[in-house]
């Protein structure tokens, strides 16, 4: 990885506060984002425990990635983080404290749409700190079998992320692509409000492990054989662009800049942390070890 040159670190300008419920626990969930200090990162306060605990919004915090981002360990453990982290990150927020009376953000509608209305609405405030823009030498390749991920240096200036999705030639979901030079403007119209999606199938067995008992088809996108049900999309490639959304959240996770282009292919929360472990490795020469610290 090289060093390409910094920018100035920002927090929100004021507090937000945003209700809603959450998705995996079906409980009401009250959110607090808080402007923080310079080199704070973004840090998850648990409101419900006693006495409140925190956990770093890190790669090395990452304990689960099976369908969504985990981090920390139970009790003090944070669930689907990935949707307010890629607005956080998409919106380049580096330093704010997450407040939450349960395990998980607010569902909202899937999206990241709420969080970013919020956040653009309250505004940003410049700090002294700075964030290290990184890029990588050479390719750094992850390969599956059936799947790929990928992150290439790039002539921009930017991150830019391509995914590649394909379920098979019997999925009700088509195989399609997206392709996104990824800034706040991009993120805003092309991303952020992109929903999570389920096959049919993959609904009712989550339901069945106690997980989105309370959700209704207008509530997630979810496919059957003949494509959304009761839901319309919002982009005709819209389950590409969340992919894309996911990935913004989980390499947010390394905790600086990344300048290149990212290609997933049939990847997911595994293969995305993988990455972002690949990366921090390549910056510091070792992997996360529970230690958060900012590239310098």
């Known amino acids: 990885m090289k ?5 100035r670190q920002r927090t929100i300008a004021a507090p937000i506060k945003l209700n809603g419920t959450g998705f995996v626990t079906g409980k ?28 770093g919004a890190h790669v090395s915090e990452v304990t689960g990635t099976y369908r969504r981002t985990t981090l920390g360990n139970a009790p003090i453990q944070v669930t689907l983080v990935e949707h307010i982290l890629a607005s956080l990150r998409g919106l380049r927020v580096d330093n704010c404290y997450i407040e939450l009376n349960g395990p998980e953000p ?3 509608d899937g999206s990241a749409a709420g969080f970013c209305q ?3 609405s309250t505004g ?40 590649f999705l394909d379920y098979g030639p019997r ?29 049919e199938s993959e609904a009712e067995q989550l339901q069945k492990m106690g997980i989105g008992r309370h959700l209704t ?7 059957g054989n003949h494509g959304p049900i009761d839901n319309s999309l919002r982009f005709a490639d819209e389950p590409a662009r969340h992919k894309i959304l996911d990935l913004i959240g989980d390499l947010g996770l390394c905790g600086f800049d990344l300048v290149g282009h990212v290609i997933a292919c ?17 910056v510091f020469g070792l992997k996360p070890n529970g230690n958060f610290r900012r590239a310098a």
Do not use: M
């Open 124 to 163: 940003f405030r410049l700090q002294d700190g700075f964030v290290t823009r990184w890029a990588p030498h050479r390719p750094i390749i992850l390969e599956y079998a059936g799947a790929s991920i990928g992150f290439y240096p790039d002539s921009g200036d930017q991150l830019k992320i391509t995914y």
């Open 28 to 55: 009401p969930i009250q959110l607090r984002i808080l402007p923080a200090p310079a080199d704070t990162g973004l840090i998850f306060i648990r409101s419900d425990l006693s006495p409140s605990a925190t956990v």
């Open 106 to 108: 607010p569902g909202l």
């Open 3 to 7: 060093r390409l040159g910094y920018r």
């Open 266 to 282: 049939r990847t997911g929360h595994p293969q995305n942390i993988e990455l972002a472990s690949k990366i921090y490795q390549g």
């Open 171 to 199: 999925s009700p979901i088509p195989p399609q692509s997206h392709s996104e030079t990824i800034s706040p403007e991009t993120f805003i119209s092309a991303i952020s409000n992109c929903r999570t999606f389920v096959l």
């Open 118 to 120: 919020e956040i653009v």
């Open 217 to 223: 088809y207008q509530e997630l996108l979810v496919f």
